[in-house]
Every structure is written in structure tokens, then in C-alpha cells.
């Protein structure tokens, strides 16, 4: 029995993981349940089995031995607007889950916290739902709320002033998220590779934040940026 899409397709997976066991263990479970699934053990990898064609969903790794996997979410929202991403990793912090989240993946499972049934965990998802570890959906939560809390009682204290933002700053920002690295950030926009981390630097002082997950958070709720 095979597992078919809304269309009556059958669901196509490419399953991106570079810890074999892990692969061997998800692709087993996935094909049971009557998936088809391509996996890979890297970026390039994951490149050239793309070449086959865009799958219904992608399941990835984010530390990949080539590469991050932030990376191939961003150029698999760009070139398969369709496809279905889902993060499994072992990285729970708040910068790598929201830079996914930012770039286009619409659920993210820590290694740790496996659900039982990652094939209902994947049938889940292509209907439309986005499977979050309880962790992580807790402190997505606790911005949220913090953010709606800023948007109704501004914090005393001087206003932001967005006009501080240099147009190269605001480049900058759209590059950061991207997802872009600094060199590829450079590298567009015709600076050094020096450049960059100066006006990144600045780009903090004045929205006060500390990470580039943070960075962007603030860009979009000031509307500095559109995603």
C-alpha cells in the first residue's frame, strides 16, 4: 500500500541526514508505511538527487557535513514553492529554529523528542499542519507573546528610530534573512567580507538584539523587511 498525496499521487520524500543509522531507521519507517524516499548524506548530495525532480516533502538535517541546512531550505522554497519541509535535528536553539522557520520550513522535530510515528508525523504535515517539538513551540509561543505585549505597552524609554537604518544596513538585513552567509551577503551587494560585520554590528546596536534569528524578528515586526 503506498501513501498518496491530496491529488492521489503518491508522497515523494527526500530524506537528508548524514548519521546513517538515523537514515537507515527513518527511511525504514517511512517506506513501510508506503513512502516513496530518496535519501542523502549531504548538501551535494541533496542537490543531485533533486535533479530527479522536486519532491512532495523534504526532511533535513541542518548540520550537514558540506554544508548547513539552512541553506537547502532556502533554495527549496525558492525553486519548489510546493515542497514540504520539516527540520530534524538536534539543534533546538532559538537562532536555528527561527532561521528555518524564516527561509521556509514549516515544522521542526528535535532529534530527542522523535514522535513514535514519524510517517503519521509526515501524513500530518502535507495536510497542512506544522509538527513543532513541545520545546520549541513553547518559546516560538513566549515571543509571540512577548511581541504582542511590546505592540500594545511600548516599553518606556526612547522609541526606536528605524530612520537610523542606512539603506545598505536595510540590504543587509534582507540578506541575513535569507539566510545568506556573510561572504555570499558581501559578495551581492559589492562589499568586502570585512564590510559586513561592521554594519551587522551596527544593525544590533540599533535594534537591540544579539542574534541574527533576533535581527529578523525585529526587522518584520518593524517592517523594515518583508519575507
Given at each position: ?44 548530495e ?35 514553492p ?15 529554529v ?8 514549516t ?24 509538527p ?11 515571543r509571540t ?5 511590546n505592540?500594545?505597552?511600548p ?44 554594519h ?11 542574534t ?16
Amino acid at each position: 500500500m503506498t501513501e498518496q498525496g491530496e491529488t492521489g499521487e503518491i508522497i515523494t520524500i527526500l530524506l537528508v541526514e548524514d548519521d546513517a543509522p538515523t537514515c537507515w531507521r527513518l527511511q525504514d519507517a517511512l517506506v513501510k508505511a508506503g513512502y516513496e524516499v530518496r535519501s542523502a548524506g549531504t548538501l551535494g548530495e541533496a542537490r543531485a538527487a533533486l535533479a530527479g525532480g522536486a519532491p512532495r516533502v523534504l526532511l533535513t538535517d541542518l548540520r550537514l557535513p558540506d554544508g548547513h541546512g539552512i541553506e537547502l531550505i532556502r533554495e527549496m522554497r525558492q525553486r519548489f514553492p510546493d515542497t514540504e519541509i520539516m527540520v530534524i535535528s538536534a539543534l533546538g536553539d532559538e537562532e536555528s529554529v527561527i532561521s528555518a522557520i524564516t527561509v521556509g520550513a514549516t515544522g521542526y522535530l528535535l532529534k530527542d523528542a522523535f514522535p513514535t510515528d514519524i510517517a503519521t508525523t509526515v501524513r500530518d504535515l502535507v495536510a497542512g499542519h506544522s509538527p513543532i517539538s513541545a520545546s520549541i513551540a513553547r518559546f516560538i509561543v513566549r515571543r509571540t507573546q512577548g511581541a504582542a505585549q511590546n505592540s500594545a505597552e511600548p516599553p518606556p524609554g526612547p522609541v526606536l528610530n528605524t530612520a537610523k537604518l542606512t539603506p545598505r544596513e536595510i540590504d543587509i538585513l534582507w540578506g541575513i534573512a535569507k539566510g545568506f552567509s556573510y561572504a555570499e551577503i558581501a559578495s551581492h551587494l559589492g562589499l568586502s567580507k570585512q564590510t559586513v560585520p561592521g554594519h551587522i554590528k551596527n544593525i544590533y546596536r540599533k535594534l537591540e538584539v544579539h542574534t541574527r534569528s533576533e535581527a529578523v524578528f525585529e526587522a518584520v515586526q518593524q517592517g523594515l523587511i518583508k519575507l
